[in-house]
Structure formats: structure tokens, C-alpha cells
């Protein structure tokens, strides 16, 4: 029985892993779609933390467990820099300039040679994230979200989600909630980001563009945001589906991008629709 | 009796059309006012200004002696406003209990770490909500509902919805956009009957309103408005015996032809 | 070296303002921040490629047709993605996530069918006669860029002001309710700006395309990042916002490369972006309708 799960972990190693971060991002994704904003700097909030880890471990040789908060708060201060006066405007603000986020970094990446590697990247990082630590990382997040989801805080949250108008004048403070929001997607992010690069040991400038930021939206869109547990199992699939679909090769973003326009359109509530109980 | 809001001056300007243009109004604590006018009068807009959803281009409010003009729409009902909307604003896909809930958020003060960890002090605050949150139900007649999805509840239904969820945050002063707007002669009195019940909770009302027999019923003071100005002030029969009123809603011939027969 | 500097960012500027034209044509009257929008960028430019090498077309053919084909799979696309979206009155984020997964199934599907290497218009295209004033240097490809975007906007000013066609719009874009009880054919208004939009993205594509003789599918993408930092500096909407706005990042850009360095002048725009949200998120003008939460 041992030997088997061993196998099979061997096997899949890679696979388990990414399906752990995936999970995670979709769970930064949840976060702003809750309250019915749209933040389309998930990936480039995942490339500073993984950007930001990969340095300093290998620049600094700092420790594991003081690299993953740091990872975690360099993209909270963009978030903040770029979402701060986009939250008082009109929705689209912030998806544009979230959007622009990301392709200025993979720029900046190419660029800052010296430090970043160009176009080649970052290599040779220690893989230091074990399975227990992205697992475990998940399980909490998931339930963190759910505990929050049954509080005033979540009906806060869907109420501007359906309303944001009658949420403010219900006292709901939309400025906070949207910037607190932003910010905590952004660390989560960001520590999927150094999660991800400690565990593939490589990261380049091209893995957190324009096509991983659609990506990570179809997590979300796909599984639903009903529940916190519906964008991870959206992940799930989507990570999956690719692994056992290998022959789609080139029209694999092809496929990630289907599937976003069909969710919008025909399946607004994801494939898994059930809705969060928010009073005791 | 002082008054719990005063609206001094407030003038609302889009592009070149003054919407409410310089109106005083001084709401009493414990009154039912009301704001009647033809259409397009202003009023939704004057109420937009007092609940905080536009901001006055000049013009001061005062909430219980402080100055909110520039305070946005949650600040307020933290103050103690609430409204209910014209065309209901309901949470649609959430049930009617978690609707009235959500209406208590200014309320509750459970830390969100509290909430995280789901401390007992957390877990007290919510069920002492929820318990709440039935009586409110129970006034409204809607407690066998609680658990419905407050999106397929009945026109009449929504309305009372809306007024338990304002009610939710404890207000001092409560706005109410055309209540009784699209209810039928039944529903309609038992929604005077409720709103009577209010002052008994302290609750001081301004609402708009088109139901004249309504509005005279209830109140007991009534600004009218017209073209965004005031044109007059004072107890239902002052009003209904005011002739620029009976000019505005009904046009100044019919208010001269008015004037005749009754001097004959 | 700085009034050549000034002259190379002029042209530059001139596709930005061309490109952002349409982009913010596309938000002021439909309210919809449409992501395909960089496509017909892509598609204005290959099929002029495609014209000009293999039917030999010059580029008073291509251009022309170019944008046409652009204008029409714009059509095209708003009409799958949107029409939906419009009826339903689903508002503004659920339409540009739709345009989001479209334009990347578009251009992975390019991609696919076309490949990724860099392709080139055929030699002597366009002439490479150059004209000099005063010691700078004005190519003939210069001279068509800016020569056609003037014509353009032109055009698009004067059918926007005294055509019916133009009213229609105007009005579409105040208020969709009450046009379409004005008479107006909201629809027919529809597709005509889609048409229009595209035919000046495509039209962007060519000539930017030119400018650099450099044609790939994702050529549209990295221009998008000008298209948002534009239509946000010139206000969202704003027609006249977004001409300015655009020659004012072209000529930053090529005095950044000029006097920085080349790889500052791809934060250029962004930089501007940003700090116009802070300091005056309404753009230049102040007329994008900011709506505050």
C-alpha cells in the first residue's frame, strides 16, 4: 500500500505540486471575485513573490520560513500602490491597470538582466517546498475563507458582490473591504509565486503574462465562486484536464481560453454552484 | 422637538439642470415627514443627497447636530441612516434571515480574527444577531420565510424585506423610497399599519411618496417639492388646502377653475 | 538630434493615438472594455502581409483592405461575444473577462495556424526614399503613417459630428435607453462602431507593422499595454483624450529610449498609467465619467 503511494508519488510529483499552487492562486482569484471586483494581476502578484523568493534564497541565503512572509508582502505593497486609487473608481480601473501590471513586469524581468537573469530566468533554486507545506498551506486558506464567509464580513462581501450601492448603504465600508481584499489576494499570490519556485526550481519572466493571468481567472470562473472550495476544485480540473489531454498541445490556451468565454456565458455560476449558508 | 436632520441650502446640479436647487428642510426626531411632488420634483435625488449616494454641489446636511455632507453612504449609517430604495435593492440570491443579517453589519463588532478562529464571543454575537434578526422577520411578517431565497419572494414581500433590513442597523432616521410604490389597496394598508408601529421603536421616518391618501394618513409634517425648489411646508391639511400645491400636481388652470368653484 | 527625436516620436505617437482611437471608441459607446480589440491589430497586419506577398498588392491595396478585413472580424467577434452580454445588460466586468478568454483563444489559435517568427513585408514595399528638413530625416514610411492616421482621425472627427451615422452614435453613447426610444437602431449603431473600431486597429496594425517591418501574432498583446496606458491617461472615453494622449507616450517613449535608456521605455506608458489613477484618474480632459463607488 506504501509502495504504491510512493509510486504514484514519484510519478506525479510535479503534477501534485502544481495542483497545490493552483489551488492557492484560484484562492487569491476567489478572494476579489467574492466582492464582485476583477483583478487581473493574480500572475503578476504570483512572479513578484516568485521573483522576490527566488532572490532571496539564492542571493541572500535567507530561510525558508523568513523568504515565504517576504514573498508575500512585496506584492501586498504593489497591490497597494496600484489598487489604491483604482478602488474608489469604476471596476474597470483596476482590471486594466492590473492587466498592464503584469505585462510591465515580464519587461522589467527581461531587462534587469543582472539580477533577474533575463530572459533566461532564475535557476537552480533548492526545492524547499514539500508537498505537507502547500497542502497544509491550502487546507488552512480554504478553511480561513470559509470561517470568514459565515461572518458579517461574508455577507458584507456577497452583498457588494450583488449590490455594492445598497452594501454601502447598508455601512458597509467599500473602500476597506475592496483594498483589504486586493491586498490579501496579492499575499496569497504572491506566496503561491515562492511556493511554486521553490518546488520547480526554475522560474522565467514569460510564466507570468498575459496567458497565466487568463489562466488563473478560468480556475475561478470554471469552478464558481459560490463557495471557496468551488475556484480549488476549478484548479484541480483545469490542471489536470491539460496532463491527460497532452495531444492538445498548441491549442491548450486555446482551450483555457474557451473555456473562460463559455463559463461567462453559458455556466455564470461555475460547475460547482452551491452558495455559502452565512447565518448561523 | 429639535430636529434630527437639517438640510440647509442643498442644491444638486447636473450639467445645466438643477435637480434640487437650495432646499431647506428640517426633519423633527420622533415625526413622520414626508416629501410629496409631481414628477421629476427631485425628490430621489434629494433623498441620493441625504443618504450619501451623490454628493451636494453646494449646500450643508446635518445629522443630530453634525455635518455629513461629505460623508459617504456607510459613514452615515453608522450614524444611525438607513433607507429602503424605489425599485428594491434586495441581495437577491441570499435568504431573507442572511438579507436582514447583512443589514446589521455596522452592529456587529466581532473581530475578523474572532470570526476566523470562531471564538465563543464570535459565535454568542451570531447567534444573538440571528435571533434578532427573527424578531425583525416576526415584525414584518415574514418570519416563516427566513430561510427562503429573498430573490422569489413577492413584490409586497421584498418591500417589508427591505424595511426589516433597514431597520436591521437601528437607525435613528429612516429613509423610505416610495414604499408603498406597485402594492395593491391591501398591502398598502397594512404597510401604514407597520410603519405606524415604528415610532413606538424610536425610529424617525422621511419618505417620499405618490399615494396621496397614504402620505396624508401618515404624516405628520410634509415638504413639497416642485421643478427642485420648495414650494411649501407644513401639517397634511395646511397642504392639501395649499394652492401652489393643487397648481403643481394639477397645472394652474385647473387650480384657478379649483379657486372659483369654491369662492362661488 | 532632439527635433529628429521629436519627429521619430510624432510618428510613433500617431499609431498609439490611431490604435487607442478605436479601443477608446469601443468603451465610450458600447461601455465595454474589449480585450479582442488587440487582435485586429494583428489581423489588420497579416492581412496586408498576406495581400503584399502574395497577390504582389501594393501598400495602397493592403492598407486599405487590411483595416476593411480588421473592421469585419471585429464585427464578427462583438457580435458572438457580446450581443449576449448586451441583451442581458450584464455590465462591464463580465464582458471583458469574455473578451479576455476570446483574445487568448484568438491568438493561441494564430499562433498555432501562422507560427511565432517574426515575418517582414517584402522588400521595397514602400519606397525607402527620405525627405530631409533642416537635418531631419523624414522617411517615406514616416510620411504615410502620419499622413494616414491625420486622414483617419479626420475623417472619424468630421462622421462623428455631421453624419447621421455620427449622431446615432453620439446618442448611443449617452444613454442606450433612451436612443433606442429616440428610434435609433441601437443594433445597426452596434455594429457600425465595432466596424469602425476595427478598421482602425487594423489600420494601427499595418502601419505599425511598417514601422518596425516586424509582423508577429502577438504583436497586438504588447501593444495593448499602450492601449490601456492611453485610453486611461486620455480618460476612459474620451475620443479627443486618447489623440493627445497617445503622440504625448509615443514621443516620451522615444525621448525615454533617447536619453535613458531602451528598456525604461516600455514603463513609460505604465509609469504615466499609474500616476494618473492617483493624481487625475478622469484623464487628461477630465471627461471620462468616473463613476465613484
Known amino acids: 500500500m506504501a509502495e504504491w503511494l510512493d509510486d504514484f508519488l514519484f510519478t506525479y510529483e510535479n503534477l501534485i505540486h502544481a495542483l497545490g499552487i493552483h489551488g492557492l492562486l484560484a484562492l487569491s482569484m476567489y478572494c476579489v471575485m467574492a466582492l464582485g471586483q476583477l483583478s487581473l494581476g493574480q500572475a503578476a502578484f504570483m512572479g513578484l513573490g516568485a521573483y522576490t523568493g527566488a532572490l532571496l534564497?539564492?542571493?541572500?541565503?535567507?530561510?525558508?520560513?523568513?523568504?515565504?512572509?517576504?514573498?508575500?508582502?512585496?506584492?501586498?505593497?504593489?497591490?497597494?500602490?496600484?489598487?489604491?486609487?483604482?478602488?474608489?473608481?469604476?471596476?474597470?480601473?483596476?482590471?486594466?491597470?492590473?492587466?498592464?501590471?503584469?505585462?510591465?513586469?515580464?519587461?522589467?524581468?527581461?531587462?534587469?538582466?543582472?539580477?533577474?537573469?533575463?530572459?533566461?530566468?532564475?535557476?537552480?533554486?533548492?526545492?524547499?517546498?514539500?508537498?505537507?507545506?502547500?497542502?497544509?498551506?491550502?487546507?488552512?486558506?480554504?478553511?480561513?475563507?470559509?470561517?470568514?464567509?459565515?461572518?458579517?464580513?461574508?455577507?458584507?462581501?456577497?452583498?457588494?458582490?450583488?449590490?455594492?450601492?445598497?452594501?454601502?448603504?447598508?455601512?458597509?465600508?467599500?473602500?476597506?473591504?475592496?483594498?483589504?481584499?486586493?491586498?490579501?489576494?496579492?499575499?496569497?499570490?504572491?506566496?503561491?509565486?515562492?511556493?511554486?519556485?521553490?518546488?520547480?526550481?526554475?522560474?522565467?519572466?514569460?510564466?507570468?503574462?498575459?496567458e497565466a493571468a487568463v489562466t488563473i481567472l478560468s480556475f475561478a470562473l470554471l469552478g464558481g465562486i459560490g463557495t471557496p472550495i468551488a475556484p480549488v476544485i476549478g484548479a484541480f480540473v483545469l490542471t489536470a484536464l491539460p496532463e491527460l489531454l497532452r495531444p492538445l498541445a498548441d491549442f491548450r490556451l486555446v482551450f483555457n481560453g474557451l473555456i473562460i468565454v463559455l463559463a461567462v456565458l453559458f455556466l455564470p455560476r461555475g460547475i460547482v454552484p452551491f452558495r455559502l449558508r452565512r447565518a448561523p | 422637538m429639535s430636529a434630527l436632520l437639517s438640510a440647509r441650502g442643498l442644491t444638486m446640479q447636473f450639467r445645466g439642470l438643477l435637480a434640487v436647487n437650495a432646499v431647506d428642510v428640517d426633519v423633527a426626531a420622533g415625526s413622520v415627514h414626508g416629501i410629496i411632488g409631481p414628477n421629476?420634483?427631485?425628490?430621489?435625488?434629494?433623498?441620493?443627497?441625504?443618504?450619501?449616494?451623490?454628493?451636494?454641489?453646494?449646500?450643508?446636511?446635518?445629522?443630530?447636530?453634525?455635518?455629513?455632507?461629505?460623508?459617504?453612504?456607510?459613514?452615515?449609517?453608522?450614524?444611525?441612516?438607513?433607507?429602503?430604495?424605489?425599485?428594491?435593492?434586495?441581495?437577491?440570491?441570499?435568504?431573507?434571515?442572511?438579507?436582514?443579517?447583512?443589514?446589521?453589519?455596522?452592529?456587529?463588532?466581532?473581530?475578523?480574527?474572532?470570526?476566523?478562529?470562531?471564538?465563543?464571543?464570535?459565535?454568542?454575537?451570531?447567534?444573538?444577531?440571528?435571533?434578532?434578526?427573527?424578531?425583525?422577520?416576526?415584525?414584518?411578517?415574514?418570519?416563516?420565510?427566513?430561510?427562503?431565497?429573498?430573490?422569489?419572494?413577492?413584490?409586497g414581500e421584498q418591500r417589508r424585506l427591505e424595511i426589516a433590513r433597514a431597520l436591521a442597523s437601528r437607525p435613528r432616521l429612516l429613509l423610505l423610497d416610495e414604499p408603498a410604490a406597485g402594492m395593491n389597496p391591501a398591502e398598502t394598508r397594512e404597510l401604514a399599519v407597520l410603519l405606524k408601529q415604528l415610532g413606538q421603536r424610536d425610529v424617525t421616518l422621511l419618505l417620499v411618496e405618490h399615494d396621496m391618501g397614504f402620505v396624508m394618513d401618515l404624516c405628520d409634517r410634509i415638504t413639497v417639492l416642485n421643478f427642485g425648489r420648495k414650494i411649501a411646508e407644513g401639517g397634511p391639511r395646511d397642504i392639501r388646502n395649499d394652492s401652489s400645491v393643487i397648481e403643481a400636481y394639477l397645472g394652474s388652470k385647473v387650480a384657478e377653475r379649483l379657486a372659483k368653484a369654491h369662492g362661488a | 538630434m532632439l527635433s529628429q527625436q521629436l519627429v521619430n516620436g510624432l510618428v510613433l505617437g500617431s499609431t498609439y493615438a490611431l490604435f487607442a482611437l478605436g479601443f477608446t471608441l469601443i468603451f465610450g459607446v458600447l461601455r465595454v472594455i474589449n480585450l479582442t480589440y488587440g487582435f485586429y491589430f494583428s489581423v489588420g497586419a497579416f492581412v496586408a502581409l498576406w495581400l503584399a506577398r502574395s497577390l504582389g498588392a501594393s501598400?495602397?491595396?493592403?492598407?486599405?483592405?487590411?483595416?476593411?478585413?480588421?473592421?469585419?472580424?471585429?464585427?464578427?467577434?462583438?457580435?458572438?461575444?457580446?450581443?449576449?452580454?448586451?441583451?442581458?445588460?450584464?455590465?462591464?466586468?463580465?464582458?471583458?473577462?469574455?473578451?479576455?478568454?476570446?483574445?487568448?483563444?484568438?491568438?493561441?489559435?494564430?499562433?498555432?495556424?501562422?507560427?511565432?517568427?517574426?515575418?517582414?513585408?517584402?522588400?521595397?514595399?514602400?519606397?525607402?526614399?527620405?525627405?530631409?528638413?533642416?537635418?531631419?530625416?523624414?522617411?517615406?514610411?514616416?510620411?504615410?503613417?502620419?499622413?494616414?492616421?491625420?486622414?483617419?482621425?479626420?475623417?472619424l472627427f468630421l462622421l462623428l459630428q455631421y453624419t447621421r451615422l455620427g449622431l446615432m452614435i453620439r446618442a448611443l453613447a449617452e444613454n442606450e435607453d433612451a436612443a433606442r426610444l429616440m428610434g435609433i437602431n441601437v443594433d445597426a449603431t452596434v455594429v457600425a462602431v465595432s466596424f469602425l473600431s476595427g478598421l482602425l486597429g487594423g489600420a494601427a496594425g499595418v502601419l505599425i507593422g511598417l514601422n518596425f517591418n516586424a509582423i508577429q501574432p502577438f504583436m497586438g498583446e504588447a501593444m495593448m499595454l499602450r492601449g490601456f496606458a492611453v485610453i486611461i491617461i486620455g480618460g476612459l472615453g474620451d475620443i479627443r483624450g486618447a489623440l493627445v494622449a497617445g503622440i504625448l507616450l509615443g514621443v516620451l517613449e522615444v525621448l525615454t529610449a533617447g536619453y535613458l535608456s531602451s528598456n525604461a521605455k516600455e514603463a513609460v506608458g505604465f509609469a504615466i498609467l499609474v500616476l494618473t489613477l492617483w493624481f487625475r484618474p478622469v484623464g487628461l480632459f477630465g471627461r471620462a465619467q468616473v463613476k465613484r463607488a
Open chain 1, 57 to 210: 534564497t539564492l542571493k541572500l541565503g535567507l530561510p525558508f520560513w523568513l523568504v515565504l512572509p517576504i514573498s508575500a508582502l512585496v506584492p501586498a505593497l504593489v497591490a497597494l500602490v496600484i489598487g489604491g486609487p483604482t478602488l474608489r473608481l469604476n471596476g474597470v480601473y483596476l482590471a486594466i491597470s492590473t492587466i498592464a501590471l503584469g505585462e510591465v513586469l515580464r519587461v522589467l524581468y527581461i531587462n534587469a538582466e543582472s539580477l533577474t537573469g533575463g530572459a533566461l530566468g532564475l535557476s537552480g533554486i533548492p526545492q524547499k517546498a514539500s508537498l505537507w507545506l502547500v497542502y497544509g498551506l491550502l487546507a488552512v486558506c480554504i478553511a480561513g475563507f470559509w470561517a470568514i464567509g459565515r461572518s458579517r464580513i461574508g455577507r458584507a462581501m456577497e452583498a457588494m458582490r450583488e449590490d455594492e450601492m445598497a452594501a454601502g448603504v447598508m455601512g458597509v465600508n467599500l473602500p476597506l473591504y475592496k483594498l483589504g481584499a486586493l491586498i490579501a489576494s496579492a499575499m496569497l499570490a504572491g506566496l503561491a509565486g515562492s511556493l511554486a519556485a521553490h518546488s520547480n526550481s526554475f522560474i522565467g519572466p514569460n510564466e507570468y503574462g498575459f
Open chain 2, 40 to 155: 421629476g420634483a427631485g425628490k430621489t435625488t434629494f433623498f441620493n443627497l441625504i443618504s450619501g449616494l451623490l454628493r451636494p454641489t453646494s449646500g450643508s446636511l446635518t445629522l443630530d447636530g453634525q455635518d455629513v455632507t461629505a460623508l459617504p453612504p456607510y459613514a452615515r449609517t453608522r450614524m444611525g441612516l438607513a433607507r429602503t430604495f424605489q425599485n428594491i435593492r434586495m441581495f437577491s440570491d441570499m435568504s431573507v434571515l442572511e438579507n436582514v443579517m447583512t443589514g446589521m453589519h455596522t452592529r456587529l463588532k466581532a473581530p475578523g480574527w474572532s470570526a476566523l478562529l470562531r471564538l465563543p464571543g464570535f459565535r454568542a454575537e451570531e447567534r444573538e444577531a440571528r435571533a434578532q434578526a427573527m424578531e425583525l422577520l416576526e415584525f414584518v411578517g415574514l418570519a416563516d420565510k427566513a430561510d427562503g431565497r429573498s430573490g422569489s419572494l413577492a413584490y
Open chain 3, 59 to 155: 501598400i495602397w491595396i493592403a492598407l486599405p483592405l487590411g483595416s476593411l478585413a480588421a473592421g469585419l472580424v471585429a464585427v464578427v467577434i462583438d457580435g458572438i461575444l457580446l450581443t449576449r452580454l448586451r441583451r442581458t445588460k450584464a455590465g462591464e466586468l463580465p464582458s471583458l473577462m469574455v473578451t479576455l478568454g476570446a483574445v487568448l483563444a484568438l491568438y493561441a489559435l494564430m499562433a498555432a495556424l501562422i507560427g511565432t517568427e517574426i515575418q517582414r513585408f517584402p522588400f521595397g514595399f514602400v519606397g525607402s526614399t527620405a525627405l530631409e528638413f533642416a537635418g531631419v530625416r523624414v522617411s517615406l514610411v514616416q510620411m504615410l503613417i502620419v499622413g494616414t492616421a491625420f486622414v483617419m482621425v479626420a475623417v
